[in-house]
């Protein structure tokens, strides 16, 4: 029997602070992380389906005690738990462990110590029971007779809608890469058993005893090899040549801190599967557990919704789109000859009865397919991303030529950057609210998160020339209609003076646009004759110039 020892020390990467990467275990305020394992088999593992579950039992350690960040033995944990991912570095986004020890502390980095354990503070005392079937397996594939402890199953009948089932699951322990156990006999074992009408059991099941005449299904894609530490794993000091590494993932040494769970390494995923019969009842059981002592401790995860024995959908988890975009809901489905049937926010769509739709549409969409006397539904949100809040584009739309105008948005949101366009393509180094430009043409500005996450949101202007952009040189305030004022709106005018021949101002005016009709300030008719004017513009130099006043014509 090998020895192993508690390190009394915990190497410096597991305090890295890198859990943004982790699976999450038993999330704070998700109704699955309080559910039993018999609940969360029913309603995470398989899910919705118009097969038969029933006659569920479990065997599982709900006060496992194991070593915390601080190397302090802590108690409490339980052998099974939920997790979810958000991120790319595990191959799941739901699901639930099975393990040998604290399932709930499996989440990551790897420290590459015996922190999940569940055996006694002396380590000589398992801290439950093992398994007849695993040992059974266990003891014909090592030749030898040796104890197992910690076993953690799950057993239920099922009677499938197909004549094939399956399921996706991935295995993941601590005895990876710390010596050379991979090539030893006491290694973590586990199986995916089954049996009923059909099935073939496996040579150490074969007979009367044992009763139930196992299948073990958790094999490699050869689907003979059964999956276990000694034939998925590295080139290891003592333990070589590697096996199947192609199908190995480690995270140990370096891979530690930025490992999502905490032990050393793991498989890919792998689907376990089955021919059977449909209609006909089968017994299932998920085992796991330690062999000849209880140290390192190894986990099974398997995936949430991907047990499939026939009639069973899933749309997915809930998405987020942005304003205006499309998106296809499509469902996954084991139904063969089912017809479909789709509403939103509870009315039905007529027409779409097939197993995909397209929309841009936020709400509530449900699918309903039905196959005989089976009929499932699944609901899902769809979500909109909030967009930026800015203004419409402000400023001078209509400009003389070689002139400028300063188009700009405003916006009570942080942490924006901006893009203009002109006439559809990209202005170079033009990334601010604002921008001061002499072309005319379609402006549109996009204001995007600084993040890069999230929505976008634009806005779109139209500036074009002015036309009658000069200067009058001359007036004929007759009240006939035509020229009987000196127009100059398009220049903007902060103010505007203007003076006889002999210097004297006659008439001054803010904000001017096309108010002098030849008057002076006290509403009296100038006489004919040159006047000269001084032009005040914001931001430019002023502009002076004479213009004639006719009064004969």
């Known amino acids: 029997m ?18 943004s990467q982790s699976i999450v275990v038993n999330p704070n305020g998700d109704s699955n992380s309080t559910k039993s394992l018999e609940n969360l088999i029913k309603d995470v593992f398989i899910g919705p389906t118009c097969a038969t579950i029933e006659n569920i039992s479990t065997n599982f350690r709900e006060d496992v005690e194991y070593v915390d960040s601080d190397n302090n033995t802590q108690t409490g944990a339980k052998s099974f738990s939920y997790f979810t991912h958000s991120g790319s570095n ?24 015996f922190s999940l354990s569940g055996f006694e503070v002396d380590g000589s005392t398992p801290s439950w029971a093992g398994d007849a079937d695993i040992k059974t397996i266990l003891d014909t594939r090592f030749g030898d007779n040796e104890p197992t402890t910690d076993a953690t199953t799950v057993e239920f009948d099922f009677t499938p809608f197909t004549n094939n089932f399956s399921f996706q699951y991935l295995f993941a322990s601590e005895e990876y890469e710390i010596s050379n156990y991979e090539c030893e006999s006491y290694q973590d074992g586990f199986a995916f058993l089954v049996s009923g009408p059909g099935i073939t059991p496996d040579a150490e099941f074969a007979g009367n005893p044992p009763a139930t005449q196992w299948r073990n299904i958790a094999l490699l ?13 590295n080139n290891i000091v003592d333990c070589s040549p590697a096996q199947n590494p192609s199908l190995y993932v480690s995270n140990f040494d370096a891979n530690g801190p930025t490992s999502p769970i905490a032990y050393n390494g793991r498989t890919i995923v792998f689907t376990a599967s089955q021919d059977i019969q449909a209609g006909q ?15 390192e401790d ?9 047990f499939n024995a026939g009639g069973a959908i899933s749309l997915g988890d809930d998405i987020s789109i942005c304003e205006g975009e499309s998106t296809v809901l499509t469902v996954n489905s084991s139904f063969s000859n089912a017809t479909y049937e789709w509403q939103y926010n509870g009315t039905v769509l007529s027409g779409e009865t ?21 009929s499932l539904s699944d609901t899902i949100e769809v979500l909109n991303l909030p967009s930026p809040n800015i203004s419409d584009i402000s400023g001078n739309t209509e400009i003389c030529q070689d002139d400028f105008t300063n188009l700009m948005v405003t916006s009570s949101d942080s942490g924006l950057t901006y893009q203009w366009q002109l006439n559809g393509s990209d202005i170079p180094e033009q990334t601010s609210a604002s921008i001061n430009t002499d072309q005319t043409g379609e402006y549109t500005v996009t204001a995007s998160p600084s993040s890069g996450n999230g929505c976008s949101a634009k806005k779109t202007i139209t500036v074009t020339e002015k036309q009658g952009c000069s200067i009058p040189t001359g007036i004929s305030p007759n009240n006939d209609g035509l020229n009987d004022s000196f127009d100059i709106s398009w220049l903007m ?12 101002k006659v008439y001054e005016k803010a904000n001017y646009r096309n108010e002098w009709y030849g008057k002076s300030n006290n509403g009296n008719d100038l006489p ?26």
């Not at 595990?90 to 110590?113: C, E, H, W, Y």
């Not at 998920?286 to 140290?295: E, G, K, N, Q, S």
């Not at 005018?493 to 004297?504: C, K, L, P």
């Open 2 to 19: 090998k020895k192993k020892i508690l390190f009394g020390f915990i190497l410096f990467w597991a305090s890295v602070n890198v859990y």
């Open 90 to 113: 595990f191959p799941m986004n739901k699901g639930i462990i099975l393990s040998t020890g604290a399932a709930t502390q499996s989440q990551g980095p790897s420290a590459d110590v």
């Open 221 to 233: 894609p050869d689907g003979v090899t059964p999956v276990s530490a000694g034939t998925v794993h």
């Open 281 to 295: 009842t089968y017994r299932m059981k998920l085992v796991i557990a330690d062999r000849t002592d209880a140290a």
């Open 298 to 306: 190894s986990a099974v995860f398997l995936l949430a919704g991907s």
């Open 354 to 374: 097939s197993t995909s739709i397209t929309t841009v549409q936020p709400g509530t969409y449900v699918i309903t397919a039905t196959e005989g006397l089976c």
């Open 493 to 504: 005018a902060e103010n505007i003076q203007i003076f006889n021949r002999y210097g004297t």
């Open 528 to 553: 004919t004759g040159t006047y000269y004017y001084v032009v005040t513009i914001s931001g430019q130099l002023p502009i002076i110039g004479w213009v004639y006043v006719n009064r004969e014509y």
